[in-house]
Each structure stands twice: as C-alpha cells, then as structure tokens.
C-alpha cells in the first residue's frame, strides 16, 4: 500500500492501505503498536498530500478518515471476538457447575432412599425380633415387609445408578 501510495502518487492505494490497517487492528491487541501503524499509515496518506501540494483536492480527510474507520472496524472485530470466547468459556463453565448440580442432587436423592430404606427395614427387623417369641406369624409378617422395602429400595437405587451411567456416556 505504501508503495502504491508513494510511487505512484495515487491516493488509490490508500484503500488497501485501510484493509491493511484492519487486519492488523484485528489481529494485534498491542496498543502502542496499533497506534504506530496506524500513524505510519496516516503518515504516508498526508505526506503523499504534502508532496503533491494538494491536500484538499485528493480528499485527504476522507482518506484519514477512512484509516481511522478501518481502525475502528479492525479493533471492534477482535474485541467481538474476545467477548464471544469469554461467553464460550463462561457457558462451558456454567454447563459443569449445572452437571455438578445434578449430581451432588441425585446423590441426596440416593441418600434419601438409602436412609429410608434403611430405618424402614431396621424397625421391621427390630419389630420381627421382639415378636418372634410371643408371635412368630407376625414375626414373618415383619421380615416380609422388611424384604420388600429392601427390594423395592435396591431397584429404585439401581434406576438411579443406571441414570447416572447413562449420563456418562
């Protein structure tokens, strides 16, 4: 673009001067060093106009203009793709905190019918024992509750590993 600019003495060269500037605004996020380009550009968009001695018939304020433009889009474009990877990131992170919620909520629920299960067969049991002296009929009664509530307990666990598993996958 320079040297289309300066040896040609035409300020048509000035355009891919301002996709030069874009591209580098885009892909650069070094402050100081955008601005150095950015006057570099500028710098030989005026002393093309100096040179020639005709600054305000070349349109040399559209041109910087242009520059300025080209720096803006450029700088725009990264920034929007900064903020599209921290959304990227912070959605990724916001997915494992959900996938964290619903284990440690699937484990209170295994808690919860293990521990039912539990105090439930403990007083059937309990219940069989004071009562297999004085009434084995209803000793047996007790320990086939018990079983059930055991079984019953183990397959509504066995469903929620089988959840979990497949969750895995």
């Known amino acids: 673009s320079a ?6 003495r035409t300020p048509g060269g000035a355009f ?8 580098f605004m885009r892909n650069h996020a070094l402050r100081l060093l955008n601005w150095v380009v950015l006057g570099a550009a500028a710098s030989i968009m005026v002393g093309l106009a100096v040179l020639e001695g ?28 900064v903020l599209v990877a921290r959304l990227s990131d912070a ?22 019918v293990v521990a039912h299960s539990l105090t439930v067969t403990l007083l059937h049991v309990a219940g069989a024992r004071r009562a297999l002296a ?14 059930t509530v055991v079984r ?12 979990l598993r497949t969750g895995d996958d």
Do not use: C, K
């Open 91 to 112: 959605q990724a992170r916001q997915a494992a905190y959900a996938v964290v919620e619903e284990r440690t909520r699937i484990a209170r629920e295994v808690h919860d």
């Open 152 to 163: 019953e307990s183990l397959d509504s666990i066995r469903q929620v590993v089988g959840l």
């Open 54 to 81: 005709t600054t305000h018939e070349t349109g040399i304020v559209y041109f910087l203009g242009g520059l300025g433009v080209s720096a803006l889009a450029g700088t725009m474009v990264r920034r929007q793709e």
């Open 3 to 8: 040297v289309i600019v300066l040896v040609d």
């Open 16 to 23: 891919p001067m301002m996709l030069a500037v874009a591209w």
């Open 134 to 147: 004085n009434d084995p009929a209803r000793a047996a009664e007790a320990l086939d509750r018990a079983e």
